[in-house]
């Protein structure tokens, strides 16, 4: 099982997101921006972007006015005034455009009805509103959906259009005097198309890739999530084999040592024999109830030497359960005969730890080591083990080094877990995380209890 890289910040916490980029950092700080001044739900970011799109398209229009004026085709007053109200109230509908799209879409249409039928027939004007909306309803439609609602707004609009370009309708005054309604219509027609139709159908695309891009974040989560459960049940299967392995061990010793103080007991005191006859019953069945249950978690061909117990279980040749603080000496001189530059040092007592604590403390050791002999290649290992009046303390550090070839990819990120769910077990602190220097610590402390 192996981690994230130790040799640095990049990890299973500092890998860069597939699917973060510029764009989507920038909107997340104006998002962040947004809700520091107040401006949290929808509604109220809609109405400020209504009120934005008000001042930009009322500028838009203003130009028109000058520009008619100046071709000598000034607009009246009262239509002026009314076009200007007619803009603004179209741009402020976007403050609906998210809670109901399809309202919002009616009210920008309705609105560019009246645009219509005050200007002369061969004029088009179009504000932001009709951008944004179509956008926005691009994205919550589905295209079968979509394109029907831009061919009625179509249809609409152009027969408007043709209808607004006839008698008594037709302006007192115009620039160029439109005598084809037909015209007028088809050139309204061309006019949404281009406005509602493109924004509406670039919308759905985006609305299409982004439902893509969450789906396959989900899918990369739960993936993840299977490997870190995955991960989980394989160290507590592991877990499982060695709490057997050391109950085994000593439930051994306590067999042997009732049967042998059952002999003696049978010379001097015959009372005392039924007792520690029991005792060593209860401790044989407990011992055979074990491998029953958890012998079969063991994988197959797991003990090499291939030696057998008395309940026909694989065993260790040198009788130990499991390795402990005792050969972290034989840990660090495999690593060294690597051709890896490893240390250790032992400070304090070396007081006996309980048995759980003990093979806690040996497979963190032998994680963190594998763990820079994969991510550090050719770095400085310091492995320091301290024994405290209060704590014990095993801490494995490794300067920056090389990724070594044929380190897995795909298991980045476990080995922390199986250390976290081992501290756990006995209570201990496991710290990790990058150095100074750019290198890698694993801490892991136990309070003497």
């Known amino acids: 099982m192996r981690r994230e890289n130790p040799a640095g910040p990049e990890g299973a916490e500092g890998e860069r997101n597939p699917f973060a980029g510029p764009v989507p950092r920038l909107l997340e700080r104006f998002d962040a921006g947004l809700t520091r001044v107040g401006l949290r739900g929808p509604f109220s970011r809609d109405l400020l972007l209504g009120v934005f799109v008000a001042l930009v398209s009322a500028s838009l229009f203003y130009s028109v006015v000058v520009l008619a004026r100046a071709e000598g085709t000034p607009l009246a007053p009262t239509e002026a005034a009314v076009l200007a109200a007619l803009v603004v109230a179209q741009s402020m509908a976007l403050c609906v455009r998210r809670r109901n799209p399809l309202l919002c879409l009616s009210l920008v249409v309705a609105a560019q009805v009246g645009i219509i039928a005050l200007l002369p027939a061969d004029t088009a004007f179009q504000s932001l509103a009709s951008f944004f909306v179509a956008y926005t309803c691009g994205t919550v439609l589905t295209l079968r959906r979509l394109t029907w609602v831009l061919v009625a707004v179509a249809l609409v609009l152009g027969a408007f259009g043709a209808v607004f370009a006839l008698p008594p309708f037709v302006p007192s005054a115009p620039p160029v005097p439109v005598t084809d309604p037909l015209m007028a219509g088809i050139g309204q027609v061309m006019s949404a198309a281009l406005t509602f139709g493109v924004l509406g159908f670039v919308g759905n695309d985006v609305a299409v890739r982004r439902r893509f891009a969450q789906r396959e974040r989900a899918r990369a989560i739960e993936e993840e ?7 989980v049940r394989a160290e507590r299967t592991r877990m499982a084999r060695e709490l057997h392995d050391i109950a085994a061990h000593h439930l051994s010793g306590m067999v ?26 209860q401790g044989k069945e407990t011992l055979e109830n074990l491998r029953m249950v958890v012998g079969a978690l063991r994988e ?46 032992r400070t304090g007592g070396g007081q006996p730890l309980p048995p759980v604590a003990d093979v806690m403390f040996y497979r963190v050791a032998q994680e963190a080591l594998a763990n820079a002999r994969d991510h550090a290649w050719g770095a400085r290992v310091r492995v320091r083990l301290d024994y405290g009046e209060s704590e014990v303390v095993l801490r494995v550090d490794n300067d920056p080094g090389a990724e070594r070839e044929g380190a897995s990819e795909a298991s980045r990120g476990l080995g922390l877990i199986g250390m976290r769910e081992r501290a756990d077990l006995v209570g201990a602190v496991l710290e990790t995380g990058p150095t100074d220097s750019g290198g890698w610590s694993v801490r892991l402390t136990l309070p003497l209890r």
Do not use: C, F, N
């Open 225 to 231: 999530r299977e490997r870190t459960r995955g991960a």
């Open 256 to 281: 042997v040592q009732a049967g042998a103080a059952e002999k003696l007991a049978g010379r001097d005191a015959p009372a005392v024999a039924p007792t520690i006859e029991w005792i060593r019953l």
């Open 300 to 345: 197959p061909g797991e003990y090499p030497d291939g030696s057998r117990g008395a309940s026909g279980e694989e065993s260790r040749a040198d009788g130990a359960p499991v390795p402990g603080l005792e050969v972290l000496d034989r840990l660090v001189a495999g690593e060294r005969a690597l051709g890896r530059e490893v240390t250790l040092e």
